[in-house]
């Protein structure tokens, strides 16, 4: 299968359309024309991940953040964006990213990070164009459950060495969520009457605006709450070859949060511990 037949099944799932105007979405490196027997899913165009695609064989890198997120006047092999270029292109790597339209789809980033969390969706934070389309998710635990103990399983099921705490409330039931920096929806948390929030990263104005209102707020980490939509890409794609007979094989790669955390006892962590 070519490249531009991949492109034009994520079109009818993940519409270019649905990317904010500040973003760059779709084929970042790559030839339309050629042809694809094995594919890397990955959070990020990274060096590691470029490695693993080489490693596998793969002909294309399907990302959630985009390779060049600015336009630039050279590309220098000394820097770290450089090198990564030269390596794609010595490869023949194809790129392709799905950025802030797989935020808004329904089956996108902060669904995946709310069926982690095992809430029942309810609906988006922020529509969008059309039904269940926007960013972030709302959604209701299946009872009304003590503040320490959705903290601590929240941290459980996405697996987080530590948390960051803003407010607070008794009892949570409703709580919403949003991959990645999501500082913009709090006002819409509060006007849905939820309990917690949990999203990727939190500027500090806003955690120092709405620390005394009736919000538990959680901050998760950036890459921490998205990278639960991989494998929903994955999901995807595999149905979409078995449907048209393709033997086009799909790797996940995961790697570690660039940010560590230094706990008790000197010990640097990535992962609960």
Same mark, same amino acid.
């Given at each position: 299968?070519?490249?531009?037949?991949?492109?034009?099944?994520?079109?009818?799932?993940?519409?270019?359309?649905?990317?904010?105007?500040?973003?760059?979405?779709?084929? +970042?490196?790559?030839?339309?024309?050629?042809?694809?027997?094995?594919?890397?899913?990955?959070?990020?165009?990274?060096?590691?991940?470029?490695?693993?695609?080489?490693?596998?064989?793969?002909?294309?890198?399907?990302?959630?953040?985009?390779?060049?997120?600015?336009?630039?006047?050279?590309?220098?092999? $000394?820097?770290?964006?450089?090198?990564?270029?030269?390596?794609?292109?010595?490869?023949?790597?194809?790129?392709?990213?799905?950025?802030?339209?797989?935020? $808004?789809?329904?089956?996108?980033?902060?669904?995946?990070?709310?069926? +982690?969390?095992?809430?029942?969706?309810?609906?988006?934070? +922020?529509?969008?164009?059309?039904?269940?389309?926007?960013?972030?998710?709302?959604?209701?635990?299946?009872?009304?459950?003590?503040?320490?103990?959705?903290?601590?399983?929240?941290?459980?099921?996405?697996?987080?060495?530590?948390?960051?705490?803003?407010?607070?409330?008794?009892?949570?039931?409703?709580?919403?969520?949003?991959?990645?920096?999501?500082?913009?929806?709090?006002?819409?948390?509060?006007?849905?009457?939820?309990?917690?929030?949990?999203?990727?990263?939190?500027?500090?104005?806003?955690?120092?605006?709405?620390?005394?209102?009736?919000?538990?707020?959680?901050?998760?980490?950036?890459?921490?709450?998205?990278?639960?939509?991989?494998?929903?890409?994955?999901?995807?794609?595999?149905?979409?070859?078995?449907?048209?007979? +393709?033997?086009?094989?799909?790797?996940?790669?995961?790697?570690?949060?660039?940010?560590?955390?230094?706990?008790?006892?000197?010990?640097?962590?990535?992962?609960?511990?």
């Amino acid at each position: 299968m070519k490249i531009k037949e991949i492109m034009d099944y994520l079109e009818e799932w993940v519409p270019t359309n649905l990317a904010e105007s500040w973003d760059n979405v779709g084929i +970042q490196c790559g030839d339309k024309e050629a042809t694809v027997k094995k594919i890397i899913i990955a959070l990020d165009p990274s060096e590691d991940a470029i490695d693993y695609a080489i490693k596998n064989n793969a002909q294309l890198i399907i990302t959630h953040h985009p390779l060049f997120f600015s336009s630039f006047k050279n590309i220098l092999y $000394s820097e770290p964006l450089g090198k990564l270029i030269l390596k794609i292109i010595d490869h023949r790597l194809n790129i392709i990213a799905l950025h802030t339209n797989l935020d $808004s789809v329904t089956d996108g980033v902060s669904r995946a990070l709310l069926e +982690q969390l095992d809430i029942l969706p309810k609906g988006v934070i +922020q529509p969008k164009q059309m039904p269940n389309v926007g960013f972030g998710w709302w959604g209701e635990l299946k009872e009304n459950i003590e503040m320490e103990v959705f903290i601590n399983q929240v941290k459980e099921r996405l697996k987080l060495p530590i948390i960051k705490v803003v407010g607070g409330k008794e009892k949570i039931k409703k709580v919403g969520v949003c991959g990645g920096s999501a500082s913009e929806l709090l006002p819409l948390a509060i006007k849905l009457g939820l309990d917690a929030f949990v999203l990727g990263e939190i500027k500090y104005h806003p955690a120092r605006l709405f620390e005394k209102m009736p919000l538990l707020i959680l901050e998760v980490g950036h890459y921490e709450s998205e990278k639960w939509v991989l494998l929903k890409i994955k999901e995807k794609l595999d149905a979409f070859f078995k449907k048209y007979n +393709q033997n086009i094989e799909v790797l996940l790669f995961y790697e570690e949060s660039p940010f560590k955390y230094y706990v008790e006892g000197g010990k640097l962590c990535v992962k609960y511990c």
